[in-house]
């Protein structure tokens, strides 16, 4: 059963920084390409970050860039997101998502799996 786990959320005070972790299970992801996304109460939820297979590419919402930074892990089934300076608007569930796709992928029909996500919340 394949099962990702994302980990790392909290309560942080505008300008902080938190790192989420995602730790995927069940079977081998070595060729997936990986996302976060994020959704806010009464919002759609909405790409955050990608990165490709190989870790050589990455993307951002434009909100985001210059903050976030999406890595793998040496283990290829995981994968951070560092968020720095973070404000008010960045509270929300985020959750991570692996695709077969192995480039980048911003849609979410094209994820095949997803976390349960982790909250973070920013207080200003």
């Known amino acids: 059963q394949v099962q990702l786990v994302e980990s790392g959320g909290g309560l942080v005070q505008a300008g902080g920084s938190l790192r989420l972790s995602c730790t995927a299970s069940?079977?081998?992801?070595?060729?997936?390409?990986w996302g976060w996304f994020r959704q806010a109460p009464g919002k759609e939820r909405e790409f955050v970050a990608a990165?490709?297979?190989?870790?050589?590419?990455?993307d951002y919402t434009d909100s985001v860039k210059g903050r976030f930074t999406i890595s793998r892990g040496n283990a290829r089934n995981t994968v951070y997101l560092q968020m720095n300076n973070l404000k008010p608007e960045d509270t929300a569930v985020y959750y991570c998502?692996?695709?077969?796709?192995?480039?980048?992928?911003?849609?979410?029909?094209?994820?095949?799996?997803w976390g349960q996500g982790t909250q973070v919340t920013v207080s200003s």
């Open positions: 998502a692996a695709s077969f796709m192995r480039s980048i992928v911003v849609v979410t029909n094209l994820y095949d799996y």
């Open positions: 069940g079977r081998t992801f070595n060729n997936y390409a």
């Open positions: 990165i490709s297979w190989s870790g050589g590419s990455t």
